[in-house]
């Protein structure tokens, strides 16, 4: 088990389940304000899952991660600005949405491969770089929200790679 973060806050939970060469696969998810996101019964390639959380952490923090006038909005507000613009159905042209760019600057969906195909994660930044997550599973109407501290994500994300790399060869990229 590889496990950083607080559950009650962010954190980030593996399981390997089998080891072939540099291939590791297993279980996945994020634990953001308590709640459990990711399908636990999906088995994913967790190397992949590393290489998306190294590159998280270390560039997420940057500047296109910050829009202070989306941050302090209401959650729903907020997924009809940077999620429905940004999928299937939306706006294609990445210039022309709401808040440019949307997809490649606030989701986070990417780190946990197939374990979080059946959910959208979006973390946008305020101006004081305070985190927002928030999280719904496609088509349900429930959604979650929860605030972190600057970087917050970013540091739980290197926490879980360290983990990760001392306990399994990681093949670069």
Known sequence: MIFAGDKTRFAIEAEPESV????VHGRFCLWIGGTRVGDWDDSCALNYCYHHLVQFAEGAGSATAIEPSVARLAPREIFR???EPALEGGIADPREQPVPYAY???HITAI???ALDNYV??????AERSERC???KHCDSAMGDCWLSPNEAEQVAHAFCVQFRDSYEVAEW
């Open 20 to 23: 072939t060469g540099h291939w």
């Open 81 to 83: 600005m940077i999620v």
């Open 104 to 106: 490649s600057r606030f």
């Open 112 to 114: 946990g491969m197939s």
């Open 121 to 126: 994660v979006v973390l946008v930044k305020d």
């Open 134 to 136: 928030l999280w719904a």
